[in-house]
């Protein structure tokens, strides 16, 4: 069975890359939030709320803004694709259910396509699934 794909297949590994980045950042970062001991200096506890020019560090890891940016940049068509893709890797179609799922992910349209994905922690294994499932 040879499957047309409007995204490369090369695209879709590259997306499954920074998924893998983005996860494994957030991965990072629940960690060394977990380890961080709290000290309070005795001397700085007061009842007022200045901070002493303390402030929020933040992430110099992009890959999940960057990858958000790619999967909204998509057509419509190329979205449908990556969810079915994704649906697909997943196990919720086979290979031979690919023109179905594809269709149902463009009559579902999400609304933020990035936002939907984004929440899946095996996005990358899943579109990776899906090539393997299509042959690609």
């Known amino acids: 069975m040879a499957i047309e794909l409007t995204l490369s297949p090369d695209t879709i590994r590259m997306l499954a890359q920074k998924a893998r980045a983005?996860?494994?950042a957030l991965d990072d970062a629940y960690e060394n939030r977990g380890e961080a001991e709290v000290e309070f200096d005795p001397d700085l506890l007061?009842?007022?709320?200045?901070?002493?020019?303390?402030?929020?560090e933040e992430s110099e890891d992009l890959s999940e803004e960057e990858l958000?940016?790619?999967i909204d940049d998509l057509n419509i068509d190329e979205a449908a694709e990556l969810v079915a893709l994704v649906w697909l890797g997943r196990g919720d179609f086979d290979a031979s259910d690919?023109?179905?799922?594809?269709?149902?992910?463009?009559?579902?349209?999400?609304?933020?396509?990035?936002?939907?994905?984004?929440?899946?922690?095996?996005?990358?294994?899943h579109l990776e699934g899906g090539l393997e499932a299509l042959g690609l």
Do not use: C, I, K
């Open 22 to 24: 983005a996860s494994t």
């Open 46 to 56: 007061t009842d007022s709320h200045h901070h002493n020019g303390l402030a929020e």
């Open 68 to 70: 958000r940016e790619l």
């Open 98 to 125: 690919y023109a179905q799922a594809v269709d149902e992910a463009r009559d579902r349209a999400f609304s933020a396509t990035s936002t939907y994905l984004l929440r899946m922690p095996m996005l990358a294994d």
